[in-house]
């Protein structure tokens, strides 16, 4: 083959074999640029997820403009940024948009809201949110307060748990980082026997956890207690109530003790 055609087929196959070049990031004033003027609304989703991640304060003043953005989908995008950002005076504008009128951006507002006003708090962000399910009766004995003590004092002990935090009425955790475990109860037992000369009140209560979002059942936790009480008592309407609220919180303490581990599996920790 002559030298110069040699040289030129080296030179053709040294361009195509040469590296592509690096496509560089786009910068803050780009990605500025995206989230005010893209035309289309997954552009400027996009470019609110990454202004949150450059951890820039200058990013603040845009994302907070993109709160009021026409697309629900991009305000949502602007207010996970402003929690990923993680600057404090993301806070009072994220307060004065509360009620979106889109459901979605509102829950995100709440959850972003929650991490943030934490942070500012230096409160410990929990391992494990807990979403309280139904909870139900199947001790036969026919009163609706047992499902309302049953479900008031789960949240409280739930919430006195090592980095376990409950959610509200109607918030599912979604927009979250923290792993989300859905946890269901029954009361299994709840009775008074007569024990010799005294009458005996039994609990029993037990719970079900479930892996988010799929509901899969992860594990179960139980507990029991009792307690003595003289027949006087047990014949006094207002004492006898107490004593079945207290034995049956007794109960609840009991499985609840035995929670921390099955929390953290069913979240996958």
Do not use: C, W
Request: no cysteine.
């Amino acid at each position: 083959m002559p030298v110069s055609r040699r040289a030129a087929l080296l030179s053709v196959i040294s361009l195509f074999a040469a590296p592509a070049p690096a496509i560089a990031k786009p910068g803050l004033d780009e990605l500025v640029g995206q989230l005010r003027d893209g035309k289309d609304f997954r552009v400027r989703v996009q470019a609110a997820l990454q202004l949150g991640k450059t951890m820039d304060p200058a990013a603040l003043s845009p994302l907070v403009s993109a709160l009021d953005d026409e697309n629900a989908s991009v305000r949502a995008a602007s207010v996970a940024a402003l929690e990923t950002l993680g600057d404090q005076r993301a806070i009072a504008p994220l307060r004065e948009h509360r009620l979106d009128r889109s459901e979605a951006v509102r829950k995100q507002i709440k959850a972003s809201l929650s991490e943030l006003e934490a942070q500012a708090q230096n409160t410990p962000r929990p391992k494990v949110l807990v979403k309280l399910g139904i909870m139900k009766n199947g001790s036969g004995v026919k009163s609706k307060r047992i499902e309302s003590d049953l479900a008031v004092a789960s949240r409280q002990k739930l919430n006195e748990l090592p980095g376990v935090k409950v959610l509200g009425e109607g918030d599912d955790g979604a927009g979250r980082h923290t792993p989300v475990v859905m946890v269901t109860g029954s009361v299994e037992q709840l009775r008074a026997a007569r024990e010799g000369s005294a009458i005996v009140y039994t609990a029993k209560v037990e719970y079900v956890l479930h892996t988010m979002p799929d509901q899969s059942i992860a594990a179960k936790v139980s507990g029991s207690a009792s307690a003595q009480a003289s027949e006087q008592e047990a014949n006094d309407q207002t004492r006898s109530a107490q004593l079945r609220k207290d034995v049956l919180e007794a109960a609840i303490a009991s499985a609840l003790r035995r929670a921390p581990p099955a929390l953290l599996a069913a979240a996958r920790l």
